[in-house]
């Protein structure tokens, strides 16, 4: 666990450098984008969550559940996410990066020292987890940013994982399975709880995730200008979006370029297609005559045992809804799932970004249809035939 924070916590300091060199030492210094924070703000938050839930033993997000003070005198009314309305963080006077940093080291400092007296007990190390799990979410999210920004990138952590299998459709009879994370387990988000037996009809699956290649024959083929392929709300969506392609997808002749990291680099047909969203990802499915899995029968493809099912190069759109799981109850970090349901669409697997000890096929990750930003790509199915 230890050794899992000091790796967390750099790799959240090294990505932070990114933006410093690019001269984003201040709010006002980064774009006021949607789905974006200015990353002199997310860098003290990501230490403030784990004060808050480690060294001030909060026992939810609830100010009335927290003990004692923050280190930062004004940490609270900064960086509190869930009282901290999106816009105005651009308009914190926040401490200078230097004096950011000197946060994140006294709290993990302080953070390791606490570890080393607990008892190795799940529900001790509990709060350790959720930090770690939060902060290698920012981390993936601060990655994503450098990409929206056309920043440079450290290198290692714009690999993508490369899995050397060749494409095919693996049929499953269907069966039953329990799907979420039982109670009593190590860690788990509050929406993968509790779990349940679900039934599975029987499908058939893609190995692999859908290439750069393939999505662009629908490119080629007009798929952006047919609009039987696009629901009501992607085709809504393109409207307003004129878009032809990808995001950061450019032609150049014959070919097809892409932006990766602020470099244009020529698109390798083999890797998979990355940055689509839901809309685009329904719409090549409809083109292909094909459909997105549901998450019950991804889970259940991941938890097979099947050796051409595999996954962590991208985050997969699925077919279903974000809605609670029967017996749901909000985590300690409330406004975690609660506030998503029913407004955002599941993803599942990891993608290059995600951090190794952050793959488990019962994670549930889940964000607005729109989103193209993250590292997030498709696989296809069908019913049989």
Excluded at 109 to 120: F, Y
């Amino acid at each position: 666990m230890a050794h899992a924070l000091r790796q967390a916590r750099s790799n959240t300091l090294a990505l932070f450098e990114c933006f410093l060199a690019a001269g984003m030492d201040q709010p006002t210094q980064v774009p006021q984008l949607r789905y974006l924070n200015p990353p002199v703000w997310e860098v003290g938050h990501i230490a403030w969550v784990a004060e808050w839930y480690i060294l001030r033993a909060a026992s939810s997000s609830d100010p009335q559940d927290v003990h004692g003070n923050c280190l930062l005198s004004r940490g609270d009314s900064w960086f509190d996410a869930n009282r901290v309305p999106h816009a105005q963080r651009w308009r914190f006077d926040l401490p200078a990066p230097g004096a950011l940093k000197t946060y994140c080291h006294e709290v993990l400092d302080r953070v390791l020292d606490k570890l080393m007296r607990e008892p190795d007990e799940a529900l001790a190390l509990y709060p350790y987890r959720l930090a770690l799990a939060h902060e290698d979410m920012h981390g993936e999210a601060l990655l994503a940013a450098l990409q929206v920004l056309g920043l440079e990138a450290p290198e290692p952590a714009t690999q993508v994982r490369q899995l050397a299998y060749a494409p095919t459709e693996i049929a499953f009879p269907g069966g039953s399975i329990d799907i979420g994370s039982a109670r009593g387990a190590a860690f788990a988000f509050d929406n993968e709880q509790q779990a349940h037996h679900c039934r599975v009809a029987p499908f058939s699956i893609d190995s692999t995730l859908v290439s750069n290649a393939q999505f662009a024959d629908f490119v080629d083929d007009g798929g952006y200008d047919q609009r039987q392929f696009w629901s009501p709300a992607g085709a809504d969506w393109l409207m307003r979006q004129e878009r032809s392609a990808p995001r950061y997808w450019q032609r150049d002749g014959a070919q097809w370029r892409c932006m990766r990291f602020g470099r244009l680099a020529t698109l390798a047909g083999a890797e998979p297609v990355r940055h689509l969203n839901l809309y685009e990802a329904q719409a090549y499915c409809a083109w292909a005559g094909r459909r997105l899995p549901t998450e019950i029968e991804w889970e259940y493809a991941a938890r097979s045992g099947h050796p051409a099912f595999r996954w962590g190069q991208l985050w997969e759109w699925t077919a279903t809804p974000f809605e609670p799981y029967p017996e749901f109850q909000p985590g300690p970090e409330r406004e975690y799932s609660l506030p998503c349901f029913s407004s955002h669409q599941v993803l599942r697997g990891a993608s290059f970004a995600t951090p190794q000890r952050m793959l488990w096929e019962q994670f549930r990750y889940f964000h607005v249809p729109e989103r193209d930003d993250l590292f997030t790509g498709l696989r296809t199915c069908a019913w049989p035939r």
